[in-house]
C-alpha cells in the first residue's frame, strides 16, 4: 500500500512540475538558437549571453531535486560509467598540469555547460504533448534561419564579398552550415520512412540547403554527401536502400548544382582560382587548404592540426594520454591572465574540436567522449528499430544519423565551442537514450 501511495505522490508532484521542466526546455533552446541573433541585431545587454550557462546551472539543481523525488534514471548504466570515468579523466588532468583555477574554470564551463541538458530528460520523462510542442519549436527556429540568412547576404551583406554575416539566428556561419546539415539528414530520414511526399522532400530539402551556399563555407561539401546518405543506409533495407540511394545522389547533385554557381557568385577569388570546382578539382589546391606543412608551406591546415599534438607531444606520453588539461587550450572569460597556459604557445593551430580534445583531454579523454557518441548511436539506432510509435522510430533513425554527421564535424570544425549545436545535439541525445530505455522495458 505505502509503494502504491508513494508511486501516486511522485505522478501527482510530477503532473505539477511538468510546465516547469517543459518550460526549462523551451527557454534553452530559444536562448541558444535566437538571442545571439538579438543581441547582435537588437542591441540586446551582453550579460544575456550568459543565460545558457544559468539555465544550464538551473538544470543542474532541478535534476538533483527531481532525482531525489523519482530515484529513476532512464538511461544505461553504461552512460554513467563513462560520464564518471570522464569526469574522473578531466580532474586528473587538471592535476598533473597544474591548471589555473581561472582556467579550470573556464574548462568547466566549455565541456560541462551542455551535460545538464543531456542528463534532464534521463531523469526527468517528459509527455508526448511537450515533446511535439518541442519538435515544433524545433521545426519553426530551423526554418527561420533560410529567410534570416538572406536577408544578411542581400540586405546586411550588399556589396560584401564575404560570407561571414550570413549565420542566420546562430552565432556564426560555421553553426548555420552544421546545423543545417543536421537538419537535411533528419528531413531524409522522414522522407525514406515514407512521412514526407517525393514532391515536398525536394523542394524542403533546397530551402534548408540555400543558406549554405551563401556563406562561404567549404565545409557543407565534406557533410552534404554524409547527411543525405547516412539516413539511407540507417533507415532503410533491400530495394527501398538501393531506390533511396539513388534519390540521394539525385538530389546530391541537385543541391550541387545550386550550391557552384551561387558559392562562385558570392565568394571572392583567391590564389587565382576561377570558382569552388577550379579548387576542388587541383590536388595541389586541396592538399594546401587540408595540410600545407605535407606542401612544404608554412601554415597549418586542418589535417596539420590534428597531427601536431601527436608530434608535439610525442616525448611526452603521459600527457598525449592525459592532456594538457581542460581549458588550457583557450582564453578565458575571466580575463586574459587566466587563459590557458598553451594558449600562446598552440592555440592559433586549433582547427577543429578532435584537435582541441587531443590537446586537453588526450587520448584517453577522445576515447571516452567516443564511447559516449557510440552509446548515443546505439540508442538511437534501438529506438528506430524498436518503437511502435512511428514518429519516435523515425526520430531514433533520424537522430542515429545526426549523431554520425556531428562525429564527422568534430574532424573540421569547433563544433565543441558552438552553443547552438551543442545545446541542441545534447538535449536531443539525452531524449533518444531516455526514449530507447523506455521503449525496451516495455
Known sequence: ??????????????????????????????????????????????????????????????????????????????????????????VTGIILNDVNPGTVLSGIRAYLKYIPFFLLPLVYRYSDEHLLKQFKLILFLTFLQIPIAFYQRIIEGSGSRSGDMVHGTL?????????????ISMLVTFFVRKKIAKSHFFVLVV???????????????????????????????????????????????????????????????????EGIMDFLAGEDRIESYLAPQAMGGSGIGRVDAILLPFRKLSDQPEKLLVGLGIGNMR???????????????????????????????????????????????????????NSTNELYSTIGYGWGSIVAVIFIGLFYSRIIDMDAVSYVYWYFSGLVVSLSVRVQST
Not at 47 to 56: D, F, I, K, T
Not at 171 to 176: W, Y
Not at 213 to 242: H, M
Not at 346 to 353: I, N, P, Q, W
Open 1 to 90: 500500500m505505502d509503494r502504491v501511495s508513494g508511486e501516486q505522490t511522485s505522478i501527482q508532484i510530477q503532473q505539477k512540475n511538468q510546465y516547469y521542466y517543459h518550460y526549462l526546455v523551451i527557454a534553452i533552446l530559444i536562448a541558444v538558437l535566437v538571442f545571439d541573433f538579438l543581441r547582435q541585431e537588437v542591441g540586446l545587454p551582453r550579460a544575456l549571453s550568459l543565460l545558457p550557462e544559468v539555465l544550464s546551472g538551473l538544470c543542474l539543481l532541478s535534476i538533483g531535486v527531481w532525482g531525489s523525488i523519482s530515484k529513476k534514471i532512464y538511461a544505461r548504466f553504461s552512460y554513467i560509467i563513462v560520464l564518471a570515468l570522464l569526469l574522473l579523466h578531466m
Open 207 to 273: 530551402l534548408l540547403f540555400l543558406p549554405t551556399t551563401i556563406n562561404e563555407s567549404k565545409g557543407t561539401l565534406v557533410l552534404l554527401p554524409f547527411a543525405l546518405l547516412i539516413p539511407v543506409y540507417l533507415a532503410t533495407q533491400g530495394r527501398d536502400k538501393i531506390k533511396n540511394t539513388l534519390l540521394a545522389m539525385i538530389a546530391m547533385a541537385l543541391l550541387l548544382s545550386i550550391f557552384v554557381p551561387l558559392y562562385d557568385h558570392f565568394t571572392p577569388r583567391r590564389g587565382g582560382e
Open 331 to 385: 582564453e578565458s572569460f575571466l580575463g586574459s591572465k587566466f587563459s590557458g597556459a598553451y594558449l600562446e604557445s598552440y592555440g592559433d593551430f586549433v582547427r577543429a574540436s578532435i584537435s582541441l580534445l587531443i590537446w586537453e583531454l588526450g587520448l584517453v579523454g577522445v576515447v571516452l567522449v567516443v564511447f559516449l557518441n557510440v552509446f548515443i548511436f546505439r540508442d538511437a539506432l534501438n529506438l528506430g528499430k
Open 171 to 183: 552565432a556564426n556561419s560555421s553553426s548555420l552550415s552544421i546545423y543545417l546539415m543536421c537538419a
